[in-house]
């Protein structure tokens, strides 16, 4: 019969039958697991670089509010002052830097604090969005004023936590965060039949007040920072520069003609230490050093590589914070890069117990 035929399969024709055995006991739950392990991964993927962020930013605005030297002005070259001035040649936006310069003290201010609210706001989940923003303009500013000329670019740091601080931007804090509390309980509020202006009103106003709170822990603690535990900067008597290695800037001593040349008393460069005084041509600061005992030279205070101001001579070495570029304290010349042009380099003439700072040479 012809459903007969259709029915049954003639031998030969090479068909397998279908496979309809039990499956192994626990391959499901394995499996099931697994995805979850996965789910929970992706999940918390970005976890490990927002709890750096929120870290380091924190502490580095902190570190600002207790450095002595961050609202010193002028005269050190470890300054925001100075650092900003030593920037904007260099600088595809140095013109928009001349504000910074004019108010130094609080724009100083704004930077530390607003790198310690965009920390803690990153740290806590609060307003993620809003404090990633924050976090990737302070980036991109400081790319553009102290780390752009870096070659290779990626020597740079300020890059890398641009595009960090840009997937936390597209991700928000969303777990283990302020924001996610706020975001299940608005899901609880409308499963209750709460009105959805409602939900959105509780959610604002509670954010605000835990955004006024957690502003004023930060604000508190950034004081109390920089009033306690501020760093004291070091003495500037001639005993203290034997043990510290620096002096303090020199007032101009006059010489014939009328004019005045930056001068310090001999007794303020002990052997592999140094006093700081300032060019009068270009206001930068200049260390004036005594390598070996007899021999004084002059090296400028500003890094070569991207601008920023160098240490204090150190264990017969100059080095910059910034990048890492180490200089030798008796040549100026490169020890360490990514620099790779040394120090300008000053005579410094002996007069008596006077050292003057001479012409650049180089």
């Excluded at 830097?97 to 607003?114: D, M, R, S, V």
């Excluded at 300020?158 to 804090?173: C, E, N």
């Excluded at 709460?194 to 950034?222: C, H, N, P, Y």
């Excluded at 002096?247 to 001593?253: E, G, L, V, Y």
Aim: one cysteine or more; charged letters at 15%; aromatic letters at 8%.
């Amino acid at each position: 019969m012809e459903g007969t035929r259709d029915s049954v399969e003639p031998a030969g024709s090479g068909a397998q039958p279908v496979a309809t055995g039990p499956v192994p006991p626990g391959g499901v739950g394995r499996a099931a697991r697994a995805a979850q392990r996965r789910a929970l991964a992706g999940r918390y993927a970005l976890l490990p670089l927002r709890l750096f962020l929120g870290v380091t930013y924190s502490y580095a605005g902190l570190d600002k509010l207790a450095d002595s030297h961050y609202l010193a002005g002028a005269g050190d070259p470890q300054s925001f002052y100075a650092q900003t001035l030593a920037a904007k040649p260099h600088s595809p936006v140095g013109w928009a830097l001349a504000p910074a310069l004019h108010e130094p003290t609080f724009f100083g201010l704004l930077i530390a604090f607003g790198e310690l609210a965009v920390g803690l706001g990153t740290l806590f989940g609060l307003w993620g969005r809003l404090a990633a923003l924050g976090g990737a303009l302070l980036s991109l500013t400081l790319f553009l004023t102290v780390s752009f000329n870096i070659t290779p670019y990626y020597l740079g740091n300020d890059l890398p936590y641009l595009m960090a601080w840009t997937a936390v931007l597209l991700t928000g804090t969303p777990y283990l965060s302020v924001d996610g509390y706020l975001t299940g309980r608005a899901e609880r509020d409308r499963r209750r039949g709460l009105d959805e202006d409602a939900v959105r009103r509780r959610i604002v106003l509670d954010g605000s007040i835990a955004a006024v709170a957690l502003g004023g822990a930060g604000l508190l603690v950034g004081s109390l920072t920089a009033t306690f535990v501020r760093r004291k900067p070091k003495a500037t008597t001639a005993a203290t520069a034997s043990t510290a290695g620096t002096a303090a800037p020199s007032t101009p001593k006059p010489v014939a003609g009328g004019g005045s040349a930056p001068s310090v008393a001999v007794a303020d460069v002990p052997v592999g230490g140094s006093a700081t005084v300032t060019d009068p041509g270009s206001g930068d600061a200049v260390y004036i050093v005594q390598p070996k005992a007899g021999q004084y030279c002059g090296f400028s205070s500003i890094c070569t590589h991207a601008g920023c101001g160098v240490n204090p001579p150190k264990n017969g070495k100059l080095s910059c914070p910034c990048h890492g570029s180490v200089f030798d304290a008796a040549t100026g010349a490169v020890l360490n890069g990514p620099a790779t042009k040394p120090l300008p380099k000053y005579t410094v003439t002996k007069d008596g117990d006077r050292l003057g700072l001479g012409p650049l040479q180089s």
